[in-house]
């Protein structure tokens, strides 16, 4: 069975930094051709994809954070970790963390996990 | 990046309808799209993915195809489980861009 859980603050101040924590079982990302990525969404509009990291190392991130995002793994734990410093009150959102597969889109996804950007 | 554009935003329809969403990409995509279905406080569930192939355990009445750079979701016979918001997503080339979505809603 595949699950994926991501962790993290609620509440972060603007120009902190947030990390949150996608825990998941059932596949390992030293497993060919997988990878895991995180997608938010601000509350009441679209699904906005922001990066992902794949068995291999390879990573890809939105370039319209300006350097702000990074998303790193750590297999033996079965965690991938996204860090999007300088926060602002626009990066209020719910933050999912889901598998993909080569060739496929993001088939499984962890249930999400709201952060609110506030003073 | 490549932009994804759908429509409609909004569909009412009712149960036993056949529903159609387009998702029109600004460039090639080589078939490399897929489909969401997202129900209010929940996770998008994927439904196809390459254009137009079902993820195990979706319902057959979901169909997705393509001609050239336009992209169709299809409901046949809509079901009382099947009112949501759906999303596109080109995962061609990075940055990935999902569709505006179309909340499908009862008439």
């Known amino acids: 069975q595949i699950t994926l859980k991501e962790s993290g603050p609620t509440l972060v101040k603007p120009t902190q930094t947030l990390t949150l924590t996608c825990t998941f079982s059932g596949f390992s990302l030293s497993d060919p051709d997988v990878g895991v990525g995180w997608v938010r969404q601000p509350p009441g509009r679209a699904l906005e994809w922001l990066a992902v990291i794949h068995w291999n190392e390879v990573k890809h991130h939105r370039p319209d954070l300006n350097g702000r995002l990074t998303i790193t793994k750590d297999t033996s734990k079965n965690q991938v970790v996204l860090i999007l410093t300088n926060v602002d009150p626009v990066d209020t959102a719910t933050y999912f963390c889901?598998?993909?597969?080569?060739?496929?889109?993001?088939?499984?996804w962890g249930q999400g996990t709201l952060v609110t950007v506030s003073s | 990046d490549i932009q994804m554009t759908q429509y409609p935003s909004t569909l009412s329809a009712s149960v036993g309808d056949r529903v159609t969403i387009t998702c029109r990409a600004s460039?090639?995509?080589?078939?490399?799209l897929a489909w969401y279905q997202q129900k209010p406080g929940k996770a998008p569930d994927s439904l196809i993915y390459?254009?137009?192939n079902l993820e195990s355990g979706v319902p057959s009445r979901f169909s997705g195809s393509a001609s050239e750079t336009e992209f169709t979701l299809t409901i046949d016979s809509l079901q009382p489980e099947d009112f949501a918001t759906y999303y596109c997503?080109?995962?061609?080339?990075?940055?990935?861009?999902f569709g505006g979505g179309t909340k499908v809603e009862m008439k």
């Open positions: 460039q090639s995509l080589n078939s490399y």
């Open positions: 997503q080109q995962y061609r080339s990075y940055p990935w861009t």
């Open positions: 889901a598998r993909r597969l080569i060739w496929r889109g993001m088939d499984y």
């Open positions: 390459r254009t137009s």
